[in-house]
């Protein structure tokens, strides 16, 4: 793993110039702010109260803070920290997984986040549903509120670093992760418009088991000097075939009303991430197949598990 990591820093190095902010901090940093940023008048002044806090000796929570702080600057003391950035339906959930599962850190989806919410009979799961069903960004109140409660679960278990996927959606979001901690890369993956409609379209979740599937089989011919693409259906296996179900904001109207919101809302993020050298621009050219070993090329990373496949 050390050499992994090794490489993702020089990838690193070669992407983003910006030195190490002196706001990175620890996880439990992140968790304390984040359940306290929409409490204050402003996000800046919340910001700059937490970095005060953090060189106070006014309380033992801020040494605390602080000591984690100087521990942890540098950063090949802890694990990388990305961020996933693209329309929804174009991939993130899917390659953000496979480097979690590759370089050994939490893999965070909002969205997963969201739709556990939803699936308990907590106190948000009516109003999300109403939200979700519309096709409407939920406010930063709600995600900031899921994500603190993951971050402290997995702060408790000893995670380190993180790959964040579906936040930062806002400038403001964007703003409050860059007031608490140092994001050191942001993958913007790409498609075509009329491909993620298809995608989204055609995904498919195993009532059972949880996983997704996707039965379109997109097959764009090349003309006027654009590629083509094609990506095969992720048919699911036998067992699951019986018990596949839509999810219920993969309509026509819902998906190209999140495209709109996205291009809206969310585009000005990656200007926010490219003005700081830290946008890493990727467009899927097909599937998994073809898009996941030029995405670790892009990275700078082997993924030794494929190696050994091929080999077998």
């Given at each position: 793993m050390s050499s992994v990591l090794s490489r993702v820093w020089r990838a690193r190095g070669s992407i983003s110039s910006p030195s190490p902010s002196?706001?990175?901090t620890t996880t439990e940093t992140?968790?304390?702010?984040?359940?306290?940023?929409?409490?204050?008048?402003?996000?800046?002044?919340?910001?700059?109260?937490?970095?005060?806090?953090?060189?106070?000796?006014?309380?033992?929570?801020?040494?605390?803070?602080?000591k984690s702080l100087l521990l942890r600057r540098d950063p090949k003391g802890r694990n990388v920290q990305w961020v996933f950035l693209g329309c929804p339906g174009v991939g993130k959930g899917t390659y953000a997984s496979r480097l979690s599962n590759m370089?050994?850190?939490?893999?965070?989806?909002?969205?997963?986040?969201?739709?556990?919410?939803?699936?308990?009979?907590?106190?948000?799961?009516?109003?999300?549903?109403?939200?979700?069903?519309?096709?409407?960004?939920?406010?930063?109140?709600?995600?900031?509120?899921?994500?603190?409660?993951r971050l402290e679960a997995g702060d408790a278990k000893g995670e380190s670093g993180f790959i964040l996927d579906g936040f930062p959606r806002t400038i403001r979001q964007a703003e409050i992760l860059e007031g608490v901690t140092n994001i050191d890369l942001v993958i913007n993956l790409k498609l075509r418009e009329e491909v993620?409609?298809?995608?989204?379209?055609?995904?498919?979740?195993?009532?059972?088991?949880?996983?997704?599937?996707n039965i379109a089989c997109i097959d764009?011919?090349?003309?006027?000097?654009?590629?083509?693409?094609?990506?095969?259906p992720l048919p699911p296996p036998?067992?699951?075939?019986?018990?596949?179900?839509?999810?219920?904001?993969?309509?026509?109207?819902?998906?190209?009303?999140?495209?709109?919101?996205?291009?809206?809302?969310?585009?000005?993020?990656?200007?926010?991430?490219?003005?700081?050298?830290k946008l890493l621009e990727f467009n899927l050219p097909g599937g998994i197949p073809e898009s996941w070993p030029k995405l670790l090329?892009?990275?700078?990373?082997?993924?030794?598990?494929?190696?050994?496949t091929a080999a077998a």
């Open positions: 002196p706001s990175s992140l968790v304390v702010y984040l359940s306290r940023a929409l409490s204050t008048s402003s996000v800046n002044s919340g910001i700059e109260e937490v970095k005060a806090g953090a060189s106070s000796s006014s309380s033992s929570s801020s040494l605390s803070l602080n370089l050994g850190i939490p893999h965070i989806a909002t969205g997963d986040l969201v739709r556990d919410e939803l699936a308990s009979s907590g106190p948000l799961a009516s109003q999300l549903s109403e939200i979700v069903s519309q096709g409407k960004l939920v406010s930063d109140e709600i995600i900031i509120d899921l994500l603190s409660k993620l409609l298809a995608k989204c379209l055609g995904r498919r979740i195993c009532s059972e088991c949880g996983k997704n599937y764009i011919k090349g003309e006027n000097g654009n590629p083509g693409m094609y990506m095969a036998p067992h699951c075939v019986s018990k596949l179900i839509t999810r219920s904001d993969d309509t026509e109207e819902v998906v190209k009303e999140r495209l709109r919101i996205y291009n809206e809302m969310s585009r000005p993020v990656e200007d926010f991430y490219r003005s700081r050298g090329q892009a990275l700078n990373l082997e993924d030794h598990e494929d190696k050994q």
